[in-house]
């Protein structure tokens, strides 16, 4: 059992939701999906065309890895001036948003996700991320790979945006795709710059979170002077 929904006809040439460029082809199987991927000659993009996912399928997915919301709550945002915040694409737990509760009470928080979620009252749910109110930052953790095709530009449009300061991580696909889950970009540092640069940011390495340690990338946008290194440490 995949999340397959209705993939199109899956060899047909696509171009590149990153970059346009046209010289794309077949490279790898989405194990998860059973359909073909592709590769971008241009950017080094990997994608797999839209594919229909319900809620529940999509949801069984998705929580929150503890350690990575507990670095960006603890080591990063802890350090930031700032009085409002939106998590995009958050899971039901929470868990980035209530660590920072603890330690940032008078922020103001949001969080928007495509299925709403019972927030508690320090938390403000959107239902549409268009309306949001503009915010100091925007988190947005392994989300950009779930969207598909060249929506992503919009997204990360929509964020630069909202926020004056932003921070996206994306798993750090170099070596192979995350075909085992309901990904549909699979970035490498090259692609991931070729999207987040026309919004001030760049992509970074990082070690992963979690007991896997899988490879990341983030791209952020922070006042002067901050970077995020290694997964390890704010300068
Ligand atoms: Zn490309």
Not at 89 to 98: A, E, R, S, W, Y
Not at 167 to 194: A, K, W
Request: with cysteine.
């Amino acid at each position: 059992m995949g999340l397959v929904g209705s993939p199109r006809s899956s060899a047909t040439p696509q171009s590149c939701p990153v970059c346009n460029g046209e010289k794309t082809e077949p490279s790898f199987k989405h194990r998860l999906f059973d359909t073909i991927g592709f590769s971008c000659h241009r950017c080094d993009h990997r994608f797999v065309p839209e594919i229909e996912v319900t809620s529940d399928q999509s949801r069984k997915h998705f929580k929150t890895n503890e350690r990575r919301a507990d670095f960006y709550a603890m080591n990063v945002l802890r350090y930031l001036d700032f009085e409002s915040v939106v998590d995009i694409g958050v899971p039901p737990d929470l868990l980035l948003l209530n660590l920072l509760h603890r330690v940032k009470p008078a922020v103001r928080k949001y969080a928007y996700d495509l299925f709403p979620i019972k927030t508690p009252e320090y938390v403000t749910f959107l239902d549409d991320l268009g309306q949001a109110p503009s915010v100091d930052v925007a988190i947005a953790l392994h989300v950009v790979e779930h969207i598909p095709d060249r929506a992503i530009h919009n997204f990360v449009a929509q964020v630069s945006d909202l926020a004056r300061w932003f921070i996206l991580e994306v798993p750090n696909c170099s070596r192979r795709p995350d075909d085992r889950e309901p990904h549909y970009h699979f970035f490498t540092p090259r692609s991931f710059s070729s999207l987040v640069e026309p919004f001030g940011a760049h992509a970074h390495r990082i070690v992963g979170f979690g007991p896997r340690r899988r490879p990341a990338l983030i791209a952020y946008r922070l006042p002067e002077g901050v970077a995020i290194h290694n997964g390890l440490s704010l300068h």
